[in-house]
């Protein structure tokens, strides 16, 4: 069973900083790509970040420059560094985890945290 645990999140002034983790139970290198979505209220979930097994990361266009995926394989988690917050940043983030299984990808999610950008 893939486990999957954020922290991090809270309330946070625009142009502030938050940095998320997501701990995953077994090792994050099983696992073909890691990453941040995010969910607004009233709209779809979107991918945020995500970084494959490979080390090759992704940003969505509004993030760029602004927020930054990394790992640490010896403690099996990932972490979403967020700079210059802006309200619109506002959402809760959640940690998705991707393997492939003969070529079928099956996805794994944490229960999601909670990032308010609001002065």
Sequence with gaps: QVQLVESGGGLVQPGGSLRLSCAASGSIFSFNAMGW??????????????????GRTDYE?????RFTVSRDAAKNTVYLQMNSLKPEDTAVYYCNAVLKVIAVPFNFWGQGTQVTVSS
């Design 37 to 54: 979505y995010r969910q607004a209220p009233g709209k779809q979930r979107e991918p945020v970040a995500n970084i494959t097994s490979g």
């Design 61 to 65: 266009e509004s993030v760029k420059g």
